[in-house]
């Protein structure tokens, strides 16, 4: 897997909470966060999954711990950063990746569906940096790093409404607390990982074979791996000048700023 191919020993000493982190983008950015040299504790809601990427962690030579978590529910997710601070001595890195979508139409939506996405995705984001920023302001240093979308911005969302809200969310928390952090005058950054489409389970669901090949043969979908070199410089302490950012991967190029709903391929893949 490439993630090893990328990264030198930078993070070496750093532990890392990765949510969202037993599939998908956030295990292979976890692996490449290990072979950074850092110790990961993912957190997942996950368990089959999860177990699954702390044990091929811990074969790459990783130290390596999963922890089956609801990143909403913010006893738990307070449990366990209490959890890696005592077992680890700290926390430096925390890379906010759990995410959850409801892909139906503003008229068939439930307030369930619609609550469940925002809990996930905004306040999940939201209580794990609270609890994580938390430790780290006390330590003086800290980054945070949450993958949010390209939806949030520049690409309308229809029938992925609730998702591109709690992404906007986490743009606009990623600039609110790195405003807040700046105050106190320590090393602890917050940016956010903007991709557009990237080739996972998530991004697979509810899509037809056809709508994945057109996707992945325009060279419009990246891998997981596209994202690991601008993670591992949020991550390390060299990326200290930059807080408050949005990063987009290249490919929102191929999104759409313009949709007419009278396409045949409304709305877009
Ligand atoms: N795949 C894409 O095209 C794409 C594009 C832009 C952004 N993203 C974002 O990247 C992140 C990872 O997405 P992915 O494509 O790898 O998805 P994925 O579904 O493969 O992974 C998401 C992970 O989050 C976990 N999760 C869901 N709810 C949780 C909860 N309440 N508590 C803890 N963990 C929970 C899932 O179990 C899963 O392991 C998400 O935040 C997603 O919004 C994905």
Same mark, same amino acid.
């Given at each position: 897997m490439?993630?090893m191919?990328?990264?030198s020993? $930078?993070?070496? +000493?750093r532990? @890392?909470? %990765?949510t969202?982190g037993?599939?998908g983008?956030?295990?292979?950015?976890?692996?490449?966060?290990?072979? @950074? +040299?850092?110790?990961?504790?993912?957190?997942?809601?996950d368990?089959?999954? &999860?177990?699954?990427? !702390?044990s091929?962690?811990r $074969?790459?030579g990783?130290e390596?711990?999963f922890? /089956?978590v609801?990143?909403?529910?913010?006893?738990?997710?307070?449990?366990?950063?209490?959890?890696?601070?005592k077992s680890s001595g700290?926390?430096d890195?925390?890379?906010? &990746?759990a995410g959850?979508?409801?892909?139906k139409?503003v008229f068939e939506?439930?307030l369930?569906?619609?609550?469940?996405?925002?809990?996930?995705?905004l306040?999940?984001? #939201?209580?794990?940096? $609270?609890?994580a920023?938390r430790?780290?302001?006390g330590a003086?240093y &800290?980054?945070?790093?949450?993958?949010?979308?390209i939806?949030?911005?520049?690409r309308?969302s229809?029938?992925n409404?609730?998702?591109?809200?709690s /992404?906007?969310?986490?743009?606009?928390f990623?600039q609110?607390?790195a405003a807040?952090?700046?105050?106190l005058?320590v090393?602890?950054t917050i940016?956010?990982i903007?991709p557009a489409?990237v080739d996972?389970p998530?991004?697979?669901k509810?899509?037809s074979? !056809?709508?994945?090949? /057109?996707?992945? @043969?325009? *060279?419009s979908v990246?891998q997981?791996?596209?994202l690991? *070199?601008?993670?591992l #410089?949020?991550?390390?302490?060299?990326?200290a000048?930059?807080?408050g950012?949005?990063i987009?991967h /290249?490919?929102?190029?191929?999104?759409?700023? %313009? %949709?007419n709903p !009278?396409r045949p391929d409304f709305?877009p893949?």
């Amino acid at each position: 897997m490439s993630a090893m191919r990328n990264s030198s020993r $930078q993070l070496t +000493g750093r532990v @890392a909470m %990765v949510t969202g982190g037993a599939g998908g983008i956030c295990s292979m950015l976890a692996k490449g966060l290990a072979s @950074a +040299g850092a110790c990961v504790w993912l957190a997942d809601m996950d368990a089959a999954l &999860g177990k699954k990427a !702390e044990s091929e962690l811990r $074969q790459m030579g990783a130290e390596a711990n999963f922890r /089956k978590v609801d990143v909403s529910d913010g006893a738990a997710v307070e449990n366990l950063v209490d959890e890696i601070c005592k077992s680890s001595g700290r926390i430096d890195i925390l890379l906010n &990746g759990a995410g959850t979508a409801a892909r139906k139409s503003v008229f068939e939506l439930t307030l369930a569906e619609w609550n469940r996405v925002l809990a996930v995705n905004l306040t999940g984001t #939201f209580l794990c940096s $609270q609890a994580a920023a938390r430790r780290m302001v006390g330590a003086g240093y &800290g980054r945070i790093i949450s993958v949010t979308a390209i939806n949030a911005t520049s690409r309308p969302s229809p029938r992925n409404s609730p998702y591109a809200v709690s /992404k906007a969310g986490i743009n606009v928390f990623t600039q609110s607390l790195a405003a807040e952090l700046l105050k106190l005058k320590v090393d602890v950054t917050i940016n956010a990982i903007s991709p557009a489409t990237v080739d996972t389970p998530f991004y697979r669901k509810d899509r037809s074979m !056809e709508q994945i090949q /057109k996707t992945l @043969a325009s *060279g419009s979908v990246a891998q997981p791996d596209d994202l690991l *070199g601008l993670l591992l #410089f949020l991550a390390s302490p060299e990326s200290a000048a930059i807080s408050g950012q949005i990063i987009g991967h /290249k490919n929102y190029m191929f999104s759409e700023t %313009v %949709v007419n709903p !009278e396409r045949p391929d409304f709305p877009p893949p």
